[in-house]
């Protein structure tokens, strides 16, 4: 069962060794992430399962490794404090990792989950009840961006229906909405390149039966792309 989840974006740039000087822009952002990832802790589970985006799903054992080489920085991180392994995370993950890793994670085992971008809704949300079969007490970092056409400088340029569709997925974030998250359109998402919709309604799947209350603990475009990051529990 789900015991407890945190929301947070995906950013490459949230790693301050990538973002190098900009890295002051997204401490809010980080210092949000960090408390996070301090709920998914106190909620001691018996499995944290890492979940984001990417352009094919996966599965991923604890000690994967995941590399930030392709942002011009030598730095490797490990999901979960296991030896590492061959297998290689996508970037998504590698964030999570790098977070877990931040807060010094050593609460019980981690696995990863990539969720292919374009995964219909209804698998999204199977996989979630899949997912929250797994154990006795299931916690999620899921990992995943709003829209990135907040702005005209955004990576997708301007849409005007980008901040509707922010508003309405960092509401239901925000409020433990499964069923808000579940209705997610995955046309629009893909339209406004919104990464984030296939792992939210993989938490909305998951989190179905668990009544568990959300909080929001930061919103914002710093870049013309919605980050949030939230809280279950």
Do not use: I, N
């Not at 301090?38 to 490794?65: C, H, I, M, N, Y």
């Not at 916690?139 to 702005?151: E, F, K, P, Q």
């Not at 974030?173 to 390149?193: S, V």
Request: with cysteine.
């Amino acid at each position: 069962m789900l015991v407890a989840a945190a929301v947070c974006p995906c950013p490459p740039l949230l790693v301050p060794d990538v973002a190098a000087g900009a890295a002051p822009e997204l401490d809010a952002a980080r210092d949000a992430c960090a408390d996070a990832v301090g709920v998914l802790a106190a909620s001691r589970p018996d499995l944290l399962v890492v979940v984001g985006p990417a352009e094919q799903g996966a599965a991923f054992r604890e000690g994967a490794t995941g590399s930030f080489a392709g942002y011009g920085v030598d730095l490797s991180v490990r999901l979960g404090p296991a030896a590492p392994t061959a297998e290689r995370l996508p970037a998504s993950l590698a964030v999570g990792a790098w977070l877990l890793e931040r807060a010094g994670w050593t609460d019980g085992p981690v696995e990863g989950l990539a969720v292919a971008e374009q995964l219909e809704p209804r698998s999204c949300l199977a996989a979630g009840e899949d997912l929250a079969a797994r154990a006795q007490r299931v916690a999620l970092l899921v990992l995943g961006d709003g829209s990135a056409c907040r702005t005209l400088k955004a990576p997708g340029y301007l849409d005007e229906r980008a901040a509707g569709f922010d508003e309405a997925a960092s509401g239901a974030l925000g409020a433990a909405d499964t069923a808000a998250l579940a209705g997610l359109d995955a046309g629009l998402a893909h339209e406004l390149k919104a990464a984030g919709r296939a792992p939210w309604q993989v938490l909305a799947g998951a989190g179905a039966r668990a009544g568990l209350g959300g909080r929001l603990l930061y919103e914002d475009a710093p870049y013309g792309v919605g980050y949030f990051v939230a809280v279950w529990s």
